[in-house]
């Protein structure tokens, strides 16, 4: 799945630098900036006029960084909750909860598209093709992006 997302608004997700809030915008060409809907701080935007014509992100369009990573684009936490119920449930159900809640997850995996997410910034990119440059998540390339500083 290389092509076009057909549909779907190219999107932009992410948190504000001023306050922590979400922000999630829809990328246009000639978008510059965002502003934050808590606090109104602006914020720069990279975004990439060819990137948006082809519908497929090569670099992060609100920080410019070129070290992207795909997952599937599904809450984390709504994806714990079913298997903790799940798992309350199996005593009771002689443990069919759990293949049900297996079948729900590959199920919800097959059909669930992919969320592209930028290393040094965190932002979220949709509506836009898979590309395959950009794998799953890398903790070396992760450990290597990281901007915070560190204590000993």
């Given at each position: 799945?290389?092509?076009?997302?057909?549909?779907?608004?190219?999107?932009?997700?992410?948190?504000?630098?001023?306050?922590?809030?979400?922000?999630?915008?829809?990328?246009?060409?000639?978008?510059?900036?965002?502003?934050?809907?808590?606090?109104?701080?602006?914020?720069?935007?990279?975004?990439?006029?060819?990137?948006?014509?082809?519908?497929?992100?090569?670099?992060?369009?609100?920080?410019?960084?070129?070290?992207?990573?795909?997952?599937?684009?599904?809450?984390?936490?709504?994806?714990?909750?079913?298997?903790?119920?799940?798992a309350l449930l199996s005593v009771p159900?002689?443990?069919?909860?759990?293949?049900?809640?297996?079948?729900?997850?590959?199920?919800?995996?097959?059909?669930?598209?992919?969320?592209?997410?930028?290393?040094?910034?965190?932002?979220?990119?949709?509506?836009?093709?898979k590309n395959p440059a950009h794998g799953?998540?890398?903790?070396?390339?992760?450990?290597?992006?990281?901007?915070?500083?560190?204590?000993?």
């Amino acid at each position: 799945m290389t092509g076009r997302v057909p549909g779907r608004a190219m999107t932009l997700a992410y948190v504000c630098d001023g306050c922590d809030a979400p922000v999630g915008i829809r990328l246009e060409a000639g978008s510059v900036s965002a502003g934050c809907p808590s606090c109104g701080r602006a914020a720069a935007l990279a975004p990439d006029p060819a990137a948006l014509t082809a519908r497929r992100v090569d670099r992060c369009q609100r920080c410019g960084y070129d070290r992207l990573y795909v997952q599937k684009d599904f809450n984390r936490k709504i994806g714990l909750a079913v298997f903790v119920v799940a798992a309350l449930l199996s005593v009771p159900t002689w443990g069919l909860s759990l293949v049900a809640a297996t079948i729900i997850d590959f199920a919800l995996y097959s059909i669930l598209g992919d969320v592209t997410l930028c290393y040094a910034c965190g932002a979220q990119h949709r509506g836009f093709g898979k590309n395959p440059a950009h794998g799953a998540f890398d903790l070396h390339i992760a450990e290597q992006t990281d901007r915070r500083t560190r204590t000993a």
